[in-house]
């Protein structure tokens, strides 16, 4: 009886996924899923890239300045989130293809650094203070926030 307890009790921990973690996906779907989220970390690489082409933009007040630099700031977030998000879903399985492919984009974060310095050189030219750290820790405090909202179903 003891014997047949112990089975029991292993086959069923064999197939119950770990507490918390969800059971693997089919490649496919997984692909699609982060598909879709680094799809959206390209085109707002691309902003990125142009805003640091770019000379930095003019405004009338220092209020438009601010609205300019929230819109911006606001993408930083999104983007972050996108490229979590895209993690989470090449974790969700063991192919190790998918997972290097969600990777990938994160080695261009060191850009956001050059953001960060291009933004704050427009504020001065603007003649608004702009605390890089403090945006770094708005980035960080808004991130769960947007990723909450960008997961797909």
């Known amino acids: 009886m003891r014997a047949w307890l112990v ?32 799809r959206e970390v390209h085109q707002l690489t691309d902003h990125f890239e142009r805003v640091l082409a770019r000379a930095c933009p003019r405004f009338a007040t ?11 700031i606001d993408r ?26 969600a990777k990938a984009p994160r080695q261009r974060v060191h850009r956001a650094h050059a953001l960060l310095g291009k933004l704050s ?9 702009l605390s890089p750290g403090a945006v770094r820790r708005r980035i960080e405090r808004e991130i769960p926030h947007r ?3 960008i997961a797909l179903p």
Do not use: F, N, S
């Open 121 to 129: 050189g427009c504020a001065e030219d603007h003649g608004v203070p």
């Open 76 to 101: 930083v977030v999104l983007l972050m989130a996108h490229l979590e998000q895209a993690w989470i879903e090449a974790k969700r399985t063991g192919d190790d293809e998918v997972r290097r492919t």
């Open 7 to 38: 089975a029991v009790l292993v086959l069923g921990a064999l197939t119950v996924p770990a507490a918390g973690r969800e059971p693997d996906r089919p490649v496919e779907v997984v692909r699609a899923r982060m598909g879709h989220h680094l």
């Open 62 to 72: 220092p209020h438009e300045w601010r609205a300019y630099l929230d819109g911006e």
């Open 147 to 149: 990723q909450a909202q």
